[in-house]
């Protein structure tokens, strides 16, 4: 089981990107050390960060802002700097085929 912050955090920004601008994020930049949490989580046969990369570009860099989800338009959310929206009816974790 990975570090369950860093594995909220992410769910919770990409859910929030979803709910502001009606549709996934294509890119998601977060420090190096989330990349090697998401690895080392096994989801049904696959790493998390597979997971991830099958929907996404997954981007670790550890110069700030360091969690942040963004689209090929332009649009992006930083974690901590968004507000807290409502679900989208299709969680993260369902899009990308994950289980906690």
Same mark, same amino acid.
């Given at each position: 089981?990975?570090?369950? $912050?860093?594995?909220?955090? =992410?769910?919770?920004?990409?859910?929030?990107?979803?709910?502001?601008? $009606?549709?996934?994020?294509?890119?998601?930049?977060?420090?190096?050390?989330?990349?090697?949490?998401?690895?080392?989580?096994?989801? $049904?046969?696959?790493?998390?960060?597979?997971?991830?990369?099958?929907?996404?570009? *997954?981007?670790?860099? #550890?110069?700030?802002?360091? *969690? =942040?989800?963004?689209?090929? #338009?332009?649009?992006?959310?930083?974690?901590?700097?968004?507000?807290?929206?409502? *679900?989208? $009816?299709?969680?993260?974790?369902?899009? *990308?085929?994950?289980?906690?």
């Amino acid at each position: 089981m990975p570090n369950g $912050g860093a594995r909220d955090r =992410v769910f919770v920004l990409m859910d929030s990107f979803y709910a502001r601008y $009606g549709h996934w994020p294509t890119q998601l930049r977060v420090p190096s050390r989330y990349v090697q949490i998401f690895e080392q989580w096994d989801v $049904g046969g696959a790493s998390a960060a597979d997971r991830l990369r099958a929907k996404l570009r *997954l981007v670790a860099d #550890d110069k700030p802002p360091q *969690l =942040v989800v963004q689209d090929d #338009d332009g649009a992006w959310l930083e974690y901590g700097k968004h507000d807290s929206l409502p *679900l989208p $009816g299709v969680s993260s974790w369902e899009w *990308l085929g994950v289980k906690a």
